[in-house]
């Protein structure tokens, strides 16, 4: 069964997605290349993310524009991996390892 929560998320994100369907334009102008259906998903998942933090399942305006960059520019929001960021700065030569900071 779904919890309420779901259902007010269900019913936001169906709006939504009405309202680009028609309104091409407008979502064109918002996502420009990006796949629909990954922008859909992406809002789905945060209007659920919000009402689990407490927050209104209603997406701000940033949220919009956060999700579309995400979907542009991945690496914007890839979280840096410590083990990767350490062994970047360190430098294996003959003597051994040299820290590079």
């Not at 309104?23 to 922008?39: A, R, S, T």
């Not at 992406?42 to 524009?65: A, F, P, T, Y």
């Not at 690496?75 to 700065?89: C, H, I």
């Amino acid at each position: 069964m779904l919890g309420m929560k779901n259902i007010d998320c269900e019913i936001y994100i169906k709006q939504l997605i009405s309202f680009f369907e028609n309104n091409p334009g407008d979502l064109m102008q918002l996502i420009g290349n990006v796949q629909k259906e990954d922008f859909y998903l992406k809002l789905r998942e945060k209007s659920e993310n919000n009402v689990d933090e407490g927050l209104d399942h209603v997406l701000s305006r940033q949220q919009m524009i956060d999700i579309v960059l995400e979907l542009k520019i991945p690496e914007l929001f890839e979280k840096p991996n410590p083990k990767a960021v350490v062994e970047g700065y360190v430098q294996k030569t003959k003597w051994g390892k040299i820290i590079l900071n």
